[in-house]
């Protein structure tokens, strides 16, 4: 009887230990991709996300019908849609690679305990992280609440089972599996059509992912390090929603991280700071593990009535990249525009919707999840919460960005906001970051006029980090 690999976020044929394990049996193999309809699911797909899945499925598929197992689509409950496959194609046997919410481990252990009662046998597989999230332990055999410790720990583990390969052929089943057409889900928006720069932006796959990570260990890893924090660049590798929609995994990232060290070894330093990051997602997914309310609950109970503002206007101003700080409004529009937003941004429109409007984290959260490609449960939830200060770290706890310095700082000759904030381009760097200290003439020569083009600051930062440093100093003492 055939086999059916259940595919989720493992959007890939190399390095997928289910399907690996699927092909191995010899047996005719059903791929499977099931559009969830599930009123427990804790994070449902944002806009973006829809976006990507479309391009990734397409792109699956595409590369399944050429080993001769076409993918087959079908929408519902996950147990439902199972029930009726196994039925019609008498398939004894269901694989996986697994998912880290609480809330899905439960899901798939209940999917898995009934299949077993009927007789059906369920394998599942690690193919999302390096580890799997309860064998990297403190001492004492706890999880990691802070990242050094963890990261150390982390480079202590034997090596992650190294990839598997993608098979070139599969054995189908006898007779073709009826399922959905990709175009009749609807996943890509159409009136308006918001999408543009997300195409120009990225091309979803398994073959664009595996192609970005080479180009990055053959160029700007070298210089990661340094240009990591810079947005103006293109210094980082930009596989983070290859990742999220796990059409390369963090094993084939490590694996070939290795090589490159090895074969040039004056790469080392790039490599092992870029190696620390792919860890930060290993981290927040331990926690998310370890707090299944991660993208809703603060980690530090003394946050749980932590006294919010409650300011549509001012949400929407950060939203729309309209608060008038140039570094922050970039930022968000990057985000809108391309799906993407740059880490070092992200740390500073997060603060700036945290600690200078004081608006919940998890409207933060809750807006990222809708138009980041890269919304990853874990990761978005885990880096609220640090940027908060009410996360796994202490260290943000009293930190407040400045969104001028680190303008200045991190894009110098406002080349980032230039790009994002067109309207500010005429503007001399020594101005781009705060345009409203400009001279009168400065502005009219850049054709600039603040409160009409471009918003005046919504806020005083100086006032407002006042403000929440005294709120988070209540915080501390409790
Ligand atoms: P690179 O610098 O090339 O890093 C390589 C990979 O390491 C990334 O693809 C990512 O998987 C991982 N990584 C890098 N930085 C981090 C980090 N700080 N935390 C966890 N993993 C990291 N990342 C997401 O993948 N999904 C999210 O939803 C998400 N939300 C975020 C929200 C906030 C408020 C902040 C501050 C950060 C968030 N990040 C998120 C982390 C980080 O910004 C992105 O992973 C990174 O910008 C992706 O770009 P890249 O692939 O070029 O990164």
Same mark, same amino acid.
């Given at each position: 009887?055939?086999?059916?690999?259940?595919?989720?976020?493992?959007l890939?044929?190399?390095?997928?230990?289910?399907?690996?394990?699927?092909?191995?049996?010899?047996?005719?193999?059903?791929?499977?991709?099931?559009?969830?309809?599930?009123?427990?699911?804790?994070?449902?797909?944002?806009?973006?996300?829809?976006?990507?899945?479309?391009?990734?499925?397409?792109?699956?598929?595409?590369?399944?019908?050429?080993?001769?197992?076409?993918?087959?689509?079908r929408?519902?409950p996950?147990? /439902?849609? !199972?029930? %009726?496959? #196994?039925a019609e194609?008498? &398939? @004894?046997?269901?694989?996986?690679?697994r $998912?880290?919410?609480?809330?899905?481990?439960?899901?798939?252990?209940?999917?898995?305990?009934?299949?077993?009662?009927?007789?059906?046998?369920?394998h599942?597989?690690?193919?999302?992280?390096?580890?799997?999230?309860?064998?990297?332990?403190?001492?004492?055999?706890?999880?990691?609440r802070?990242?050094?410790?963890?990261?150390?720990?982390?480079?202590?583990?034997?090596?992650?089972p190294?990839?598997?390969?993608?098979?070139?052929?599969?054995?189908?089943?006898?007779?073709?599996?009826?399922?959905?057409?990709?175009?009749?889900?609807?996943?890509?928006?159409?009136?308006?059509?918001?999408?543009?720069?997300?195409?120009?932006?990225w091309?979803?796959?398994?073959?664009s992912a595996? /192609?970005? !990570?080479? %180009?990055? #260990?053959?160029?700007?890893? &070298? @210089?990661?390090?340094?240009?990591?924090d $810079?947005p103006?660049?293109?210094?980082?590798?930009?596989?983070?929603?290859?990742?999220?929609?796990?059409?390369?995994?963090?094993r084939?990232?490590?694996y070939?991280a290795r090589?490159?060290?090895?074969?040039?070894?004056?790469?080392?330093?790039?490599?092992?700071?870029?190696?620390?990051?792919?860890?930060?997602?290993?981290f927040?997914?331990?926690?998310?593990?370890?707090?299944?309310?991660?993208?809703?609950r603060?980690?530090?109970?003394?946050?749980?009535?932590?006294?919010?503002?409650?300011?549509?206007?001012?949400?929407?101003?950060?939203q729309?990249?309209?608060?008038?700080?140039?570094?922050?409004?970039?930022?968000?529009?990057?985000?809108?525009?391309?799906?993407?937003?740059?880490?070092r941004?992200?740390?500073?429109?997060?603060?700036?919707?945290?600690?200078?409007?004081?608006?919940?984290?998890?409207?933060g959260e809750?807006?990222?999840r809708?138009?980041?490609?890269?919304?990853?449960h874990?990761?978005?939830?885990?880096?609220?919460?640090w940027?908060a200060?009410?996360?796994a770290?202490?260290?943000p706890?009293?930190?407040?960005?400045?969104?001028?310095?680190?303008?200045?700082?991190?894009?110098?000759?406002?080349?980032?906001?230039?790009?994002?904030?067109?309207?500010?381009?005429?503007?001399?760097?020594?101005?781009?970051?705060?345009p409203w200290?400009?001279?009168?003439?400065?502005?009219?020569?850049a054709?600039?006029r603040?409160?009409s083009?471009?918003?005046?600051p919504?806020?005083?930062?100086?006032?407002?980090r006042?403000?929440?440093?005294?709120l988070?100093?209540?915080?501390?003492?409790?």
């Amino acid at each position: 009887p055939p086999v059916i690999v259940w595919f989720r976020n493992d959007l890939r044929l190399a390095d997928n230990p289910a399907l690996a394990a699927a092909a191995a049996t010899g047996a005719p193999v059903i791929p499977l991709y099931i559009l969830e309809e599930d009123p427990e699911d804790p994070r449902p797909l944002g806009g973006a996300s829809l976006w990507w899945l479309h391009g990734s499925l397409e792109r699956l598929g595409t590369a399944l019908a050429r080993t001769g197992s076409p993918l087959v689509l079908r929408r519902g409950p996950p147990a /439902a849609v !199972l029930d %009726a496959l #196994l039925a019609e194609t008498g &398939a @004894r046997s269901v694989l996986w690679n697994r $998912r880290y919410a609480p809330a899905w481990i439960a899901r798939d252990r209940r999917i898995k305990e009934t299949l077993k009662t009927r007789g059906i046998a369920v394998h599942s597989h690690n193919a999302a992280l390096l580890h799997e999230p309860w064998t990297v332990r403190t001492k004492t055999g706890g999880p990691f609440r802070v990242f050094t410790p963890f990261w150390r720990a982390l480079q202590q583990m034997p090596p992650p089972p190294p990839p598997t390969r993608a098979p070139h052929a599969l054995p189908p089943p006898a007779a073709p599996v009826a399922g959905d057409r990709l175009a009749d889900w609807h996943l890509l928006p159409t009136c308006p059509d918001w999408a543009g720069g997300l195409r120009k932006a990225w091309t979803p796959g398994e073959v664009s992912a595996l /192609a970005r !990570l080479a %180009a990055f #260990l053959d160029g700007p890893v &070298a @210089r990661y390090p340094e240009e990591r924090d $810079r947005p103006d660049r293109d210094g980082t590798s930009g596989l983070s929603p290859h990742l999220a929609f796990g059409e390369i995994g963090p094993r084939q990232v490590w694996y070939a991280a290795r090589h490159a060290a090895d074969a040039r070894p004056e790469l080392a330093a790039g490599i092992d700071a870029f190696l620390r990051e792919i860890a930060w997602r290993e981290f927040n997914h331990t926690l998310l593990d370890a707090f299944p309310d991660l993208a809703t609950r603060p980690m530090d109970p003394r946050f749980a009535d932590f006294p919010w503002r409650d300011d549509p206007a001012g949400l929407k101003a950060w939203q729309l990249g309209r608060t008038g700080y140039p570094i922050v409004d970039a930022g968000m529009r990057q985000l809108w525009q391309t799906g993407w937003m740059h880490n070092r941004v992200r740390m500073i429109v997060a603060s700036f919707l945290v600690k200078d409007l004081l608006l919940p984290w998890q409207a933060g959260e809750a807006w990222f999840r809708d138009t980041l490609v890269d919304a990853d449960h874990a990761n978005n939830a885990g880096n609220w919460q640090w940027v908060a200060g009410c996360g796994a770290d202490a260290a943000p706890f009293f930190r407040v960005f400045n969104p001028v310095l680190q303008g200045e700082k991190f894009d110098p000759d406002g080349a980032y906001v230039r790009r994002f904030v067109p309207e500010l381009a005429g503007l001399p760097a020594r101005w781009i970051h705060k345009p409203w200290e400009a001279p009168a003439d400065i502005l009219r020569q850049a054709g600039v006029r603040l409160g009409s083009d471009y918003p005046r600051p919504i806020l005083d930062h100086g006032a407002a980090r006042d403000r929440a440093l005294a709120l988070y100093a209540e915080r501390k003492a409790g």
